[in-house]
């Protein structure tokens, strides 16, 4: 009877802890999920009626005997929502049903931890992250599209994070040896930078990032291939990244053919990947080719649901997106980790007065100029010292070096004035001192900024050699 009366008692502590979680269930409020309909699709913006879901949140589109569509809330005008797709939309039709996504559990404010958790208000994504993502190829969806199975070791975490506090930022004080001595000696680079790649087509570019990816001092590499043609994928990171490169590195690729709304994921993700690590004490290289592609998918997505074109097509929305995706790359908190960023600008056209172009410059650390007249002349990689700038170099450079960058750059700028003279055979020694110290240095100075993609120039060696070749 002992026993019996026990398991009596056991069982009702068990019924009142299920009662009193119960009652502590019911005693939160839970939102209402609301299912919309579909009722118009117009180029890229889906329209739906009944849906209650927040700007931002994830919604599947449910048409019969079609695989569900996910879909995104981008915007909404009185009772109707409009929504972006991540798919393709072929089959669906008037009347599909539009279902929020369930959000995500977050732990229980009351009772047990075996007791079923309780929805939290983040309805945003989360994609996975974690170590398991190195060496991997993701696509917007943290998908691998490698072939080399599933990921392992990840977590699902929010692609949005709270912005980190300006004051509570490190400042940038150390340099970062990328591999490249055009950068090592005139552009020098600090840890926790984020700088341009203003480039156009066919210059080099993809060429240059490789080269910082498998020489940079980084822990972590994080590679967004966003809005490039697919066949670049591949390529990059076999011919360009190498199995150097790809062992410490994560790869998000959004290619060209993708909708807007995943090569504007593809961004976030990535940046979201290089957060993760950098907030447990990694040192992460962010590569990122190119801004100017995310910035057209904002551009797409905007005109779309119906905002107002302005600057030479871009609508406003355009230029509050760029410092909001480049902002969350830099120095940590105190003590923390650290996302030194590099973001490929494409110059359409050559023309520097691009408006992405323009934004871009002024919300960056700095600029690397890549000239397609030195690319002509066979000069690689073809960066223009004259016209980059890196606004840290102050900061973290010498003043044995700092002076002897500046001597260069006076030496460089004497002979651009007068190359026309030179070219002409008008030019006579003996007449400028300067002049002719620049164009009897003129070779030496071409040897020092050229390097070939698998040579590896370390930071000290090419101070070195820029102060030699200054002299004192």
Not at 79 to 106: C, E, I, N, Q
């Amino acid at each position: 009877m002992t026993v019996l009366a026990d398991r009596l008692a056991a069982r009702e502590q068990r019924w009142l802890r299920y009662m009193a979680d119960l009652k502590g269930y019911a005693a939160v409020p839970q939102p209402l999920e609301s299912v919309g309909t579909l009722l118009r699709v117009t180029g890229l913006v889906l329209e739906a009626a009944g849906v209650r879901s927040p700007v931002g949140s994830v919604c599947e589109v449910q048409s019969d005997g079609q695989s569900p569509v996910l879909a995104e809330v981008v915007g909404f005008s009185g009772d109707r929502a409009y929504l972006m797709p991540m798919g393709d939309l072929h089959g669906l039709s008037s009347g599909a049903r539009v279902v929020p996504r369930p959000a995500p559990s977050a732990p229980p404010r009351w009772g047990h931890e075996n007791h079923p958790w309780r929805r939290s208000e983040d309805r945003g994504l989360h994609l996975p992250m974690g170590p398991g993502l190195l060496g991997r190829v993701v696509d917007s969806h943290g998908e691998p599209i490698d072939r080399l199975g599933p990921l392992e070791d990840v977590q699902a975490e929010p692609m949005v994070r709270r912005p980190i506090n300006a004051m509570d930022r490190d400042p940038i004080r150390t340099p970062l040896d990328t591999g490249v001595r055009a950068i090592n000696a005139m552009l020098t680079v600090g840890r926790g930078q984020r700088i341009g790649l203003f480039a156009g087509t066919g210059v080099g570019k993809s060429v240059l990032l490789g080269m910082m990816a498998r020489y940079t001092q980084a822990d972590v590499i994080v590679v967004g291939l966003i809005g490039e043609r697919g066949r670049e994928v591949k390529e990059f990171i076999e011919d360009i990244l190498g199995d150097e490169g790809r062992s410490r590195s994560v790869v998000v690729a959004a290619p060209a053919d993708a909708p807007p709304l995943l090569r504007m994921q593809g961004a976030s993700y990535a940046t979201a990947i290089a957060e993760h690590f950098r907030d447990r004490g990694s040192h992460v290289l962010l590569l990122m080719d190119s801004l100017t592609r995310f910035a057209m998918a904002q551009r797409e997505i905007a005109l779309a649901i119906g905002e107002p074109p302005a600057t030479k097509g871009y609508p406003p929305s355009c230029f509050a997106k760029l410092p909001q995706l480049v902002e969350r790359s830099g120095n940590g908190l105190n003590g923390a980790g650290s996302i030194t960023a590099f973001y490929t600008v494409l110059s359409e056209g050559d023309d520097p007065q691009d408006p992405i172009a323009d934004a871009a410059r002024g919300i960056l650390d700095g600029h690397i100029v890549l000239s397609r007249d030195l690319a002509e002349a066979g000069h690689y990689p073809a960066i223009d010292v004259e016209k980059s700038v890196s606004r840290v170099m102050t900061a973290v450079a010498p003043r044995e070096h700092l002076q002897a960058a500046r001597r260069m750059r006076q030496l460089m700028s004497k002979v651009a004035k007068a190359r026309d003279l030179i070219q002409l055979g008008a030019y006579q020694p003996g007449h400028d001192a300067e002049l002719d110290l620049a164009v009897r240095l003129q070779p030496q100075m071409n040897a020092l900024l050229q390097q070939d993609m698998h040579e590896r120039a370390s930071l000290g060696p090419s101070c070195e050699r820029l102060c030699q070749l200054m002299g004192p």
